[in-house]
């Protein structure tokens, strides 16, 4: 959904995007730590974080004489859907070389925060900005329900990470095409980026906990 509203928060206007967002970390961080725990919660909150600075930041790339001209700059722009998606590669980098030890399910748990995210996001912006109604009622139903249905088997055993990706984007393909912004907007790039990373992830993951057992 475009932005069309702004808000006044505390003297300051912001756009409905950046409540949407801050809601869909709310909901991912939330979603996570009730289904696997606050470790998990804690790597999903750290690879939102990192994806949110490198976002900021590399406005230093992508508009570099205008923040030397002015460095306050950063602190008002950003790097746009390149360093949106450089943030989320960096975000799974560290997930992905970090030599801290996983926790159970932690991809799964990744893909859950990513849903749950995304969701909030979609539901915020559907209710805050103009748009038809049948675009907002078939996003709002298709992100709600495929939200809750990922929240309830979250931990099936029988449900590989990948299948869940794939429908993922599926469902954002089928909406995206019913958006003004169809499929050129931040979203949907981030639908598509973070849930090929999860699966790389997870890949990698079980690669590993079968390297490991084979050294047993």
């Known amino acids: 959904m475009p932005v069309t509203d702004y808000f006044l ?3 300051v206007t912001v756009p409905s995007s ?8 709310i909901l991912a961080w939330l979603a996570v730590n009730m289904r696997f725990g606050k470790p998990v919660a804690d790597i999903v ?6 994806t949110i600075i490198v976002w900021k930041l590399s406005v230093i790339v992508t508009d570099f004489e205008t923040v030397r001209r002015a460095p306050m700059a950063i602190a008002y722009f950003n ?3 390149f360093g949106f998606l450089a943030g989320i590669i960096i975000a799974a980098l560290f997930i992905l070389f970090s030599r801290k030890p996983k926790p159970p399910k932690v991809s799964n748990g990744l893909l859950l925060g990513v849903i749950s995210a995304q969701t909030g996001y979609q539901l915020m912006m559907a209710l805050l900005n103009e748009g038809t109604l049948v675009t907002k009622v078939i996003t709002i ?6 939200a809750v249905l990922a929240f309830i088997y979250a931990k099936h055993e029988n449900i590989p990470v990948i299948y869940v990706a794939g429908l993922f984007v599926a469902i954002h393909v089928f909406i995206a095409a ?9 979203p949907f790039a ?7 990373l999860v699966v790389i992830i997870a890949g990698r993951l079980t690669q590993g906990k079968e390297t490991d057992g084979g050294i047993r």
């Open 9 to 11: 928060l505390w003297k």
């Open 18 to 25: 950046w409540i949407a967002a801050i809601i869909g970390f």
């Open 45 to 50: 909150v750290d690879a939102l974080f990192t």
């Open 79 to 81: 790097g746009g859907m």
């Open 141 to 146: 139903v298709l992100f709600t329900s495929f």
């Open 178 to 186: 019913l958006q003004p912004a169809g499929f050129t907007g931040i």
């Open 190 to 196: 981030a639908t598509c980026m973070t849930s090929i």
